[in-house]
């Protein structure tokens, strides 16, 4: 769930992690950013690891900084949206869904992955 407040953003949630031989790892995620925007939005991150190594990376560290634009108008399967894929680092990529929420902004974030003690 993301919120963007004019020079601020703020958003959180949490999901999982699933390698290709099917282990899971529960994650939370905190993020806070600058720029311009307003609304608020319920989306899914997809994340795609290209090699074993940074997806070992990403449930141990978790980072990402990025910079995204996007407007978001949606309720279920009404409505649009117009968001970013991009490549967090060489070898991963992120896709943006948008479940609900009416949302324009473009804003530097930075996020924080890790793993969720208590499912784990």
Same mark, same amino acid.
């Given at each position: 769930?993301?919120?963007?407040?004019?020079? =601020?953003?703020f958003a959180? &949630?949490h &999901?999982?992690?699933? *390698?290709?031989? &099917?282990? !899971?790892?529960?994650?939370?995620?905190g $993020?806070?950013?600058?720029?311009? &925007?307003?609304g608020?939005?319920?989306? #899914?991150?997809v994340f795609?690891?290209?090699?074993?190594?940074? %997806?070992? /990376?990403?449930? !141990? #560290?978790?980072?990402d900084? $990025?910079a995204?634009?996007?407007?978001? =108008? /949606? $309720?279920?399967?009404?409505?649009?949206?117009?968001?970013?894929?991009?490549?967090i680092? !060489?070898?991963? !990529?992120l896709?943006?869904l948008? /479940?609900?929420g009416?949302? %324009?902004?473009?804003?530097?974030?930075?996020?924080k992955?890790?793993? *969720?003690?208590?499912?784990n």
């Open positions: 769930m993301g919120v963007n407040l004019l020079l =601020a953003s959180g &949630g &999901g999982v992690v699933v *390698d290709k031989k &099917g282990h !899971e790892t529960f994650m939370k995620m $993020s806070a950013g600058i720029g311009l &925007g307003l608020v939005k319920d989306f #899914r991150g795609i690891f290209h090699d074993q190594a940074k %997806l070992d /990376k990403f449930i !141990e #560290r978790g980072w900084f $990025s995204q634009a996007d407007a978001a =108008a /949606k $309720s279920d399967t009404k409505g649009a949206q117009i968001g970013g894929a991009g490549k680092t !060489e070898g991963v !990529e896709y943006q948008t /479940k609900n009416l949302a %324009l902004q473009a804003t530097l974030q930075g996020t992955y890790w793993k *969720d003690k208590d499912l």
